[in-house]
């Protein structure tokens, strides 16, 4: 159970979160992709152009049925600098 308290300080976060146009996501993925559904978001949350170029990417490859493997969605035009950061978190193998 939680306190006035506590539920007055997610109300006001959520309400500050929600002023600046974000919005509370949750998703259930695998332990290994944790990491770097993490790093997608902090990365998609800026303003940069990287984010732009990475997210002008991922509506292509979600949207467009002709992509088929992951290669057609990162074996793009795009320059790698684009990626820098977002692919460097280690992944688990157990």
């Given at each position: 159970m939680t306190t006035k308290s506590q539920r007055k300080?997610?109300?006001?976060?959520?309400?500050?979160?929600?002023?600046?146009g974000l919005v509370r996501v949750e998703v259930q993925a695998a332990k290994n992709d944790a990491s770097l559904i993490r790093a997608l978001a902090e990365t998609l949350r800026d303003k940069s152009e990287r984010a732009a170029a990475l997210r002008?990417?991922?509506?292509?490859?979600l949207l467009n049925p002709d992509v088929r493997t992951a290669f057609d969605i990162f074996g793009s035009e795009l320059?790698?600098?684009v990626f820098d950061g977002v692919f460097d978190q280690p992944r688990c193998t157990a």
């Open positions: 300080a997610t109300r006001t976060h959520r309400r500050r979160a929600e002023a600046v002008s990417m991922l509506v292509k490859a320059p790698d600098d």
